[in-house]
């Protein structure tokens, strides 16, 4: 499986990780963006059994959009039919996902 990261998700992970370096410390932040990026990676072994359905997509009937869980980020992919995923978002838990994915995948 090739994993294809947008440039929202890369710009997504370069904010997290100024965050984080600003609020917390430059180790911290390296430990959180690893954490991240070895979820990811572990979309290329297990693609079609990796993740959960996003409930903010549930009633778009959008099925091949799931999530990971890193620590307390999550991270939006998507499967397609191509054998690639695409990684659309990355964002704090805390944040509003719905109004986020809105913005990003349904806005196009």
Known sequence: MKIVWTDSAKSDLIDIRDFLKNSESLQFAIKITKEIRDEVATLEEWPKHKGTYVKELEELNLPQYRQL????????????????????LVCHTSRDLEAMLRRRLLST
Do not use: D, K, V
């Open 69 to 88: 869980l890193a620590g307390q980020n999550r991270i939006i992919f998507e499967r397609s039919e191509n054998e690639t995923c695409y990684i659309h």
